[in-house]
């Protein structure tokens, strides 16, 4: 199997306050997560990519000080929103690639952040 | 970079038809080509993928056909089911890269 798990599934925040989500791969080693963020009716947009024990990759356009990534062992990584703005709301999604596999992702189920 | 478009942004068909979703891709160093299906309020879920090293895989009622001299590859869904209503993802990605380019989705709906 692949599962990938994220938490909180939704979650409603004030603005100006800060959000942790995290993502877990249930029964397989990821060295490499991915976070994206997805507003409605549009793509996946890739917004990192998360190694375990290194710092993240940013893709251009995407604040690495407002949206913080720590990937700390095989089985976690966590996106924290900080200072989080109404215009943040949006669906995050995290996916894994298996250590010992192939560059399949495999995506989490989402979070849905909703900022007042 | 690599740039990925995929066409029909909607298809509506009858139930027990057939279902055929297109994508192109840009960058001929692109080996790696997986479908997802994105149900309402839920992450994507790899249905079927295909490596440059192939041109047709299927499964079951699903096949992904490659074309790597006119990059593009398709998604063919055969006797579709009410619950094949959702939105698919094409994606590709570049040898040696991690990174997956996403198409702009295809709403599909299965009329009963």
């Known amino acids: 199997g692949a599962v990938v798990s994220q938490h909180p599934s939704w979650v409603i925040c004030k603005s100006g306050t800060s959000v942790k989500i995290e993502c877990r791969s249930l029964?397989?080693?990821?060295?490499?997560m991915f976070w994206y963020r997805q507003f409605p009716k549009q793509s996946l947009m890739l917004m990192a990519t998360?190694?375990?024990?290194?710092?993240?990759?940013?893709e251009q356009g995407v604040e690495k000080d407002k949206f913080l990534i720590n990937h700390a062992s095989l089985t976690l990584s966590t996106l924290t929103v900080t200072s989080a703005h109404p215009e943040d709301s949006s669906f995050y999604i995290c996916s894994a690639t298996k250590t010992s596999g192939k560059n399949t992702q495999y995506f989490g189920p989402g979070t849905r952040l909703t900022v007042l | 970079g690599e740039n990925v478009e995929q066409h029909p942004s909607t298809l509506s068909v009858q139930e027990g038809d057939s279902a055929v979703i297109k994508c192109t891709y840009s960058d001929s160093a692109s080996n790696y080509f997986p479908w997802y299906k994105q149900e309402l309020g839920k992450g994507p879920q790899l249905i079927i993928d295909?490596?440059?090293?192939?041109g047709e895989k299927k499964d079951q009622r699903i096949a992904v056909t490659l074309n790597k001299t006119a990059k593009h590859f398709s998604l063919h869904i055969t006797e579709t089911q009410p619950e094949d209503s959702a939105v698919y993802f094409c994606a590709a990605s570049i040898r040696g890269a991690q990174k997956l380019v996403f198409g702009q989705g295809t709403r599909l709906t299965i009329n009963p």
């Open positions: 295909i490596r440059s090293n192939v």
């Open positions: 029964d397989f080693q990821a060295t490499t």
């Open positions: 998360s190694n375990e024990g290194s710092k993240a990759t940013y």
